[in-house]
């Protein structure tokens, strides 16, 4: 089945220490989305890429980067995690922008910070 | 301002009753609506779109939802609820043009019991 697979689902690192979360599609979708969920809050965007295209939203703090190497992995770099930082990162995918697309979620890495 | 309101934080119904979960939604422009559902350490699942056409929409595992241009609402139902159906669930608007990122709902939380 085509899917969007995030690894690892838990993930524990210590202040300040960084850490690197993958996200893989065998969807073949042009779009891969980074979000930030909080205790059963609404996912946050933190920022896409459109194809190579990388879309970071104003809000999101400079300590969050992502890279994606090729259509189908995407990274979350979180390069100094503070506490505040320990939630819910989701990976989704799209084929298009808009449209009416739906986009399609990984189950998440649950991120704790010691 | 764009927003979605989803004014329930918790709904709950019996097993075999039918459920609605309520969604009313503020944007400038045509909108996309959406629905999603998040069982406990999981990602959003995709349920259900409107983007034009038939009023009513149907979705996966029995639900379906009502687009109403007049009451800018999009509500969730299903006939006869189910205890597995007991998750969150989120609304999400895109619009037609401009914006293509989802704006959530806060989610409403439906427990089912038997």
């Known amino acids: 089945d085509a899917m969007v697979i995030q690894n690892p689902r838990y993930q524990v690192t210590q202040f300040g220490k960084p850490v690197t979360l993958s996200c893989s599609q065998t969807?073949?979708?042009?779009?891969m989305y980074w979000y930030q969920q909080k205790s059963s809050q609404a996912p946050k965007l933190l920022f896409h890429?459109?194809?190579?295209?990388?879309?970071n939203e104003a809000d999101t703090p400079d300590n969050f980067q992502s890279r994606r190497p090729n259509t189908s992995f995407c990274f979350l770099d979180i390069r100094s995690p503070g506490l505040g930082d320990a939630a819910m990162y989701l990976c989704?995918?799209?084929?298009?922008?808009?449209?009416?697309?739906?986009?399609?979620f990984g189950d998440g890495t649950r991120l704790s910070i010691l | 301002a764009q927003s979605v309101a989803q004014p329930e934080d918790q709904v709950n119904v019996a097993e075999g009753n039918p459920l609605t979960v309520k969604c009313t939604y503020s944007?400038?422009?045509?909108?996309?609506l959406f629905w999603y559902v998040q069982y406990p350490n999981r990602g959003l699942q995709f349920l259900l779109k409107?983007?034009?056409?038939?009023?009513l929409v149907k979705g996966s595992y029995g639900f379906e939802a009502e687009f109403n241009k007049s009451q800018t609402s999009f509500h969730l139902k299903k006939p006869s609820a189910l205890v597995s159906d007991s998750a969150l669930y989120f609304c999400?608007?895109?619009?037609?043009?401009?914006?293509?990122?989802?704006?959530f709902g806060t989610g409403t939380r439906l427990k089912v019991l038997a």
């Open positions: 989704a995918t799209s084929r298009d922008r808009g449209l009416g697309q739906p986009q399609h």
């Open positions: 969807l073949n979708h042009n779009v």
């Open positions: 890429y459109y194809d190579k295209d990388f879309n």
């Open positions: 944007v400038s422009g045509n909108p996309y």
């Open positions: 409107y983007i034009t056409g038939d009023n």
């Open positions: 999400a608007v895109t619009l037609t043009s401009g914006t293509y990122k989802y704006i």
